[in-house]
Structure formats: structure tokens, C-alpha cells
């Protein structure tokens, strides 16, 4: 099956020159793990269970390299390694910098050339008939959202508002200045991936007055 793409446009930050235009990829629903396990069971001699236990090692021995600072290789497919930023105080130096600035930002992961020929042969790609755009959201739809998920993962990013809440880049990049302009949320770690927390004053204060219920911001 042909991966459908778009292309999209972006232009100049200072409104200079003309737009830039880009591929996106359509994003498809992952296979579940229920899904995963019934594949490799009907592939190979394991079963069901088989896959899990083997899953469940697998996932425990990641976390005790990568918690060790270790690369971890995944035979035919690549590399797991942390990534990491830090957090410092305002005016704290680079260098007084300690370990308890640091901050594990993600985990990268690096394709072996194997995999990555592997998918080249058998990938094709298709333009796509229809456009994605952002979903629709009034300020307090959106700041419930963000509440929410922030309660449960503790920050928010811009790639966690465009994934679970289908919005565009720049629309998420743009609600995201919004509420931290009004004070809502606290904008934090590095300058290329900041990361998102609810303001101090705003904890156990989830809805802070919002009222502009149908104010949207385009994308």
C-alpha cells in the first residue's frame, strides 16, 4: 500500500521572500500490541504469551541500559540512546552546571543501513486527494485538553499537541505562545524543544478564569 503525502507550505518567520514548500507524510494508527503478538505468533513457533514475556524482558533490559547511560542495540533493526537537556537557574553559568540540571529530553533512535534498504525497496509513495488541517478548538475545549494531559505526563511539547490533539505545527506552536503569554503555562529545557508546565499559580486552578470560550486561533 502507497503512503500518502501532502505538501505543505511554510513561509519566512519575518514575512520575507517567498514560502517554502515541504512533504508531509500521512500519520496511520500504529499496530496494537494485540495485533503485534498475533502476527509473531502466526510468523513463528512462539506464542501469544511467548511474545509477551519476551516483550516484557525486552522492555525491562532497555531501561536498565539506557538508565546506565549505555547504547542499546537492537540486532537488525538499531540503536536506542538518551538524549538530554538541561535545566538551570537564571544567570547559572554552563559551567557550574551539576547533575541534577540534567534533564533525559527522549530517546533517539538510530536505524541500522540493513532496515533502512530494507523499507527503501518497499516503500512507494502516493500524493494525497485530501489535505489534513488542525482541529477546531475554542480556548477553553483546548485548555481542558492541555490540563488534563499535563496532570498525567507532567509537561506538555509541541509534538505531544500536534499528536494528541491533531493539530498542524505552527498551530500548536501558536497556542502553546498564547497560553504561556497569558501565564497559564510555563515554558521550560532547551530552545529548540521546550517543553510545557502549568504555571504555579495555576495548579489546582485548572480552568484560571478562562472566558473567551469561542476565541479559536487559525492555523
Known amino acids: 500500500m502507497a503512503i500518502k503525502y501532502e505538501i ?3 513561509h519566512n518567520s519575518k514575512g520575507e521572500g517567498g514560502e517554502q514548500k515541504f512533504v508531509r507524510l500521512r500519520d496511520h494508527e500504529p499496530m496494537t500490541s494485540k495485533q503485534m503478538e498475533q502476527y509473531i505468533e502466526q ?3 512462539l506464542t501469544r504469551g511467548d511474545v ?3 516483550m516484557t524482558s525486552l522492555h525491562d533490559l532497555i531501561v536498565t541500559e ?3 547511560g549505555a547504547r542499546f542495540y537492537l540486532p537488525q533493526i538499531g540503536y536506542l540512546s538518551l538524549s538530554v537537556t538541561t535545566e538551570l537557574p537564571e544567570g547559572k553559568s554552563m559551567d557550574k552546571v551539576t547533575g541534577n540540571n540534567i534533564r533525559l529530553r527522549n530517546i533517539n533512535f538510530k536505524p541500522t ?3 533502512l534498504n530494507e523499507v527503501g525497496r518497499n516503500v512507494r509513495f502516493e500524493r494525497s486527494k485530501y489535505t489534513t488541517k488542525s482541529r477546531r478548538y475554542t480556548e477553553e475545549q483546548l ?3 492541555i ?3 499535563i496532570k498525567e505526563h507532567d509537561y506538555i511539547c509541541r509534538r505531544d499537541m500536534e499528536y494528541h490533539f491533531a493539530l498542524r505545527q505552527q498551530t ?3 497556542w502553546l505562545k498564547h497560553f504561556t503569554e497569558k501565564g497559564l503555562l510555563v515554558k521550560k529545557g532547551a530552545r529548540n524543544a521546550p517543553l510545557y508546565f502549568l504555571a504555579e499559580d495555576n495548579k489546582g486552578n485548572e480552568d484560571n478564569g478562562i472566558s473567551l470560550h469561542t476565541k479559536r486561533l487559525e492555523p
Open 147 to 149: 490540563v488534563a494531559f
Open 172 to 174: 500548536a506552536l501558536k
Open 52 to 54: 509477551q514475556a519476551v
Open 66 to 68: 539506557l538508565s546506565q
Open 143 to 145: 485548555w481542558d485538553k
Open 8 to 10: 505543505h507550505s511554510i
Open 43 to 45: 510468523a513463528c513457533s
Open 113 to 115: 543501513a540493513e532496515l
